[in-house]
């Protein structure tokens, strides 16, 4: 064990309801992200931590799961096993942040409109650094996720497009920003999103992509990002619009409707859906003050 770790206090601290496994766990953590634990160093033994945090066996090992858990520690058996700290991997690193931003999505209000509008702020700016730094091989990689609109199905064109933008995203030289962008790419690629654009869009974004790879390969920094900001643009119109919160003139207005057509009477007209004109005229009034 290096040094640093064994300068670090063990000792557990008071931290609320915390359980005992967690905050063995977070002191762990702390020591690996904070660079005292470098990739490849071997943990305490098991042993080693009851000790030092007057914790039992099962602790320990609750908190050696909950690091493997996260990729920051590889736990190997036999004589020359134990549990070591593991190496920063890009790609797992990706993935835990991609499955995030899904949460986020799902559960937190936020939509394809907040999505697109964090790749227009970063996405722009960084094309112009792939036009500045791009190598020939950057472009080799480009050139060969370019599809085509015509006979691929919509799982290959979203893979295809989202292989195009990792490779812009590469092109940059900056592989702290690929990170960043991979679970965007990864979310707004999905392939039942794919499925809901038309062929005709599939042909433009194609033609957007090429337009793209010629202005980075000719090294134009503003072809770039123009051509980038109208690309992110189309794909900002692609993605369905969240649905509008309901106000009480739309609750009442689908009741009169129904009410209306219990009846049997001649009530006033239907909109599709259900609603009647007059609600639907007062919901408008509505939204509009």
């Not at 905050?23 to 160093?41: K, N, Q, V």
């Not at 520690?73 to 899904?102: C, D, H, N, W």
């Amino acid at each position: 064990m290096s040094e640093a770790g064994r300068g670090c206090a063990w000792t557990e601290e008071p931290r609320g309801r915390a359980p005992a496994y967690q905050i063995l766990a977070d002191e762990l953590r702390d020591l690996i992200t904070s660079g005292r634990l470098r990739p490849g160093e071997r943990l305490p033994t098991e042993p080693e931590l009851c000790a030092r945090n007057r914790v039992s066996r099962s602790t320990v090992r609750e908190a050696l799961r909950l690091l493997s858990s996260q990729n920051l520690i590889v736990t190997t058996r036999g004589v020359t096993g134990g549990s070591f700290v593991a190496q920063p991997s890009p790609a797992k690193l990706a993935e835990s942040l991609s499955a995030g931003v899904r949460m986020l999505l799902a559960t937190q209000g936020a939509g394809g409109g907040e999505l697109m509008e964090i790749r227009e702020m970063i996405e722009i700016p960084a094309v112009g650094l792939a036009a500045q730094r791009r190598t020939e091989a950057d472009l080799d990689r480009l050139r060969g996720t370019l599809f085509d609109p015509v006979p691929d199905d919509p799982a290959a064109r979203c893979a295809a497009h989202g292989a195009f933008h990792a490779a812009l995203a590469a092109a940059s030289g900056n592989p702290l920003y690929e990170l960043v962008t991979s679970p965007l790419y990864a979310v707004g690629n999905d392939t039942r999103l794919g499925g809901l654009v038309p062929h005709s869009m599939w042909v433009q974004l194609d033609a957007e992509h090429r337009e793209i790879l010629r202005c980075v390969a000719a090294r134009d920094v503003t072809g770039a990002q123009r051509a980038t900001t109208w690309h992110l643009a189309r794909l900002r119109s692609t993605w369905p619009r969240r649905p509008r919160p309901r106000t009480a003139p739309d609750v009442l207005g689908q009741l009169g409707a129904a009410g209306t057509a219990r009846a049997g009477t001649g009530g006033p007209a239907l909109r599709p859906g259900g609603m009647p004109a007059c609600a639907e005229r007062t919901s408008a009034a509505s939204v509009a003050s």
